[in-house]
């Protein structure tokens, strides 16, 4: 967690930029905007940024600040928390409608295919 990253740094409260890697197929632009839209629009000068990277449909998350050292560098500094993400399901409405929500996709693991088949990215 947090506190078993090394040389951490103090966590921001401004709201953060967030960057996308590997979400272009359509199911990974349909999980890229439910997770863009957890978070409010930040201001241009903030130094915080969250990186979401999606390999092989696994999810990783990502918490860093910078700042600029000169003119074309930058410093990264993992703030925490960094955590894996697999989507489970994707229901339609909101927690309160849990039981009656249509489910919009759910994940088949035992399908022959199930293994080979990448749902996030087209690559």
Do not use: C
């Amino acid at each position: 967690m947090r506190h078993d990253i090394p040389k951490i740094g103090n966590m921001s409260e401004v709201y953060p930029h967030l960057v996308f890697h590997q979400f272009n197929s359509r199911l990974g632009e349909r999980v890229k905007n439910i997770l863009k839209y957890l978070f409010p629009v930040p201001k241009e000068d903030s130094k915080r940024v969250m990186t979401f990277v999606n390999q092989d449909d696994v999810i990783s998350f990502r918490h860093h600040t910078y700042k600029k050292t000169d003119q074309k560098n930058i410093e990264l500094t993992e703030v925490g928390p960094r955590f894996e993400m697999k989507l489970y399901e994707i229901r339609l409405g909101t927690i309160d409608q849990a039981a009656a929500a249509d489910t919009e996709w759910v994940a088949r693991p035992y399908m022959n295919t199930a293994k080979k088949r990448k749902y996030l990215s087209t690559e």
